[in-house]
Nanobody
């Protein structure tokens, strides 16, 4: 059974940093792009970043404009884990962050909610002003 387990969420002041982790198991990590969605209460889930699969061998990443330059996605292939380093956090970054997986990392990650193959249960990030 595929599992994606997020950790690292919490409460932080505006301007601060958090690092989310997504530990994966139960599927071929090498063949899947891994990334992140977030959801603000009352709003739709939004894809914000992804990193391409090991099998593509290009290490490409994608970010939604609202987090570009502040968030960095990375992968530890030995641990089958993906990270999201979040710097310069803003109150509008407050959301539940979900780790997700599908075969390709492209800009369509932003809206492809139904195209994700696997989802984690989410971790809450709260940014206070």
């Amino acid at each position: 059974e595929a599992q994606l387990v997020e950790s690292g969420g919490g409460l932080v002041q505006a301007g601060g940093s958090l690092k989310l982790s997504c530990a994966t198991s139960g599927f071929s990590f090498d063949d899947y792009a891994i990334g992140w969605f977030r959801q603000v209460p009352g709003k739709e889930r939004e894809g914000i970043s992804c990193i391409s699969s090991i099998s593509t061998a290009d290490g490409s990443t994608w970010y939604v404009d609202s987090v570009k330059g502040r968030f960095t996605i990375s992968s530890d292939n030995a641990k089958n884990t993906v990270y999201l380093q979040m710097n310069s956090l803003k109150p509008e970054d407050t959301a539940v962050y979900y780790c997700t997986a599908r075969t390709t990392c492209t800009s369509s990650w932003n809206w492809d909610y139904y195209g994700m193959d696997y989802w984690g249960k989410g971790t809450l990030v709260t940014v206070s002003s």
